[in-house]
Structure formats: structure tokens, C-alpha cells
């Protein structure tokens, strides 16, 4: 499956939390989540607005997106087609989308 926020390359923070996000985000047995371009990035800008506004917002955030994608990873199907074969999961009430394509069933 593959996920994506937006596809820009603008690096808001540092090495070390982008080290300690990726860590985060790929942990576990199940399927693999692969980032396009600028995604990361972007997950990273977002949370940064959330801990500007009110502190501990930005580390809840990324926990709620721990939880969507590890519900992600049980089942690939859960949200709805938005173009298929793209799929839009809401994470949490946030408001914000998470797009990806589950590769699982392609054939090669």
C-alpha cells in the first residue's frame, strides 16, 4: 500500500524527530506502508502546526496516526474509494486524509 499527504520536499524540523517519526510509523509485521515523496514531510509540517497551537497537540496527533494505520495495516479495504483505485481515510477528527493504494492484491 502506498500512502500520501501531498507531494512537496520542504523539510521542516530536524533529523533526529524525522528518524524517530520513521521509526514510529513503520514498526510492526504487517503490510508495508510505503511513503511517496513529500509525505513525510508533510506529516512532519502538520503535527508542527498542531504543537504551535497548543502543546501536546502535535505528539497526539501522530498517535492517532499510529492508530489509523495500524488499523490500516488489519484492513487494507476499511476506507472508502475517493478515485479509484485511490483511497481517502480520515484520521481520527482531524480533518485530515490519509490517500493510498493497497498493492497487496496486484498482480506482477
Not at 21 to 44: S, T
Request: glycine share 8%; net charge neutral.
Amino acid at each position: 500500500m502506498r500512502c500520501r499527504l501531498a507531494d512537496h520536499d520542504a523539510d521542516p524540523t530536524s533529523g533526529a524527530r524525522r528518524e524517530d517519526l520513521r521509526d514510529r510509523l513503520l514498526k510492526g509485521g504487517m503490510p508495508e506502508i510505503l511513503w511517496k515523496p513529500g509525505a513525510e514531510n508533510d506529516l512532519l509540517q502538520v503535527s508542527s502546526e498542531f504543537e504551535k497551537r497548543d502543546e501536546g497537540s502535535g505528539e497526539r496527533f501522530v498517535e492517532q496516526l499510529d492508530f489509523t494505520l495500524a488499523s490500516l495495516r488489519r484492513q487494507t479495504e476499511m476506507a472508502p474509494l475517493f478515485d479509484p483505485p485511490m483511497r481517502r481515510l480520515v484520521i481520527g477528527s482531524t480533518g485530515f486524509g490519509l490517500f493510498y493504494k493497497d498493492r497487496s492484491r496486484e498482480r506482477f
